[in-house]
Structures are given as C-alpha cells and as structure tokens.
C-alpha cells in the first residue's frame, strides 16, 4: 500500500513540476520590453512637446512588471536639463508609473496595450548654480524702488536677521 501511495504522490509531483515548467507567462519578456521602448519614445516626445528648451533628456530607471493577465504598471525616472530665463541651467529629475491594460485585438498575434493612468510620484529640482540670500538685508534696486532715493543718499542698513535662533538648551 506505502508503494501505491508513493508512487502516486510521485506521479502528481512530476506533473505539477511539468506544468509549471512548461506554462507561458500571461505577459512575455518581448511585450515588456515592446511596452519600455514605447513608453521611452513617450516620454521624449511629451517633452519636446512641453518643454521645447529641454535638453539631455536621460532616461534612468525604467522597468515593467505584470499585475495581471490584462495589466501591467510601469515604474520610471528620468532627467533632463532646462535652461532659466536667467540664462543659468537647472535639472529636472522626474519619477513616476504608469498603468497599461491590454485590449483586445483583431489580431491574435498582436497584443494592443492602452496607457490608462500616468502619475508622478517625485518631481526633483537641482540647480547648477547656488543663489546666496542673506535675510534682513535689501539690495539697492528694492531701496531705490521703494523709496525714489539715490542708493547714495541712503544710509547702509543694519543686517539683522528676521529670525533670530534661541540659545542651544544644555543638560547636565
């Protein structure tokens, strides 16, 4: 009886490992990477379109993964420099997802992948160039807008910080 047992439990391990072996994904490696290349042209074309400035548009992260037969979410991050109206650069790291179902098709060998949602998730901003900005203190043009006066005729103000931090507190 412990032979028949075995053998059975054997024969439906063996089958099991088969069809697990041998069953195709819902969403293969070439629609994923079909879905990356698409969704890279996407982005590049959204910004030139948005952001005709933009340059050096580099394309960090981006993968796919499937939820379901008929979904799939895609994770990205990219950068791009923009020039300022002041002529400095900036960078612009954006990071997000987007969600993909697949319709049907007339085709059988052909799957049609519709972009449902897109949101980001952090938009990063990273400026080449620092602005130093001391409180208390105005710059002659807002002295002479304000009150018509020569920046001469004015005396220097005093720099006295708006906030003033309290003393570090110190236990014994």
């Known amino acids: 009886m412990k032979k028949i047992v075995s053998l059975i439990v054997f024969v439906a391990a063996l089958v099991w490992t088969w069809n697990v072996i041998h ?74 997802e987007a969600v993909l179902y697949r319709e049907p098709s007339e085709d059988s060998d052909v799957d049609k992948w519709t972009l449902q949602s897109v949101k980001t998730t952090n938009d990063i901003v990273v400026f080449t160039e620092g602005s130093t900005i001391t409180p208390g203190e105005e710059t002659e043009e807002a002295e002479t807008a304000t009150t018509g006066e020569t920046p001469a005729a004015t005396p220097a103000p005093t720099a006295t910080p708006a906030v003033t931090p309290a003393a570090p507190k110190t236990e014994h």
């Open 23 to 96: 069953t195709s994904e819902a969403v293969g490696f070439e629609t994923h990477s079909g879905i990356q290349v698409k969704l890279a042209e996407l982005i590049g074309n959204t910004l030139v379109t948005k952001k005709p400035n933009a340059k050096d548009l580099t394309i960090m992260r981006l993968w796919t993964e499937t939820l379901s037969d008929n979904k799939v979410r895609a994770t990205f991050a990219y950068k791009f420099v923009e020039p300022t109206e002041d002529g400095e650069e900036l960078e612009q790291v954006i990071e997000g």
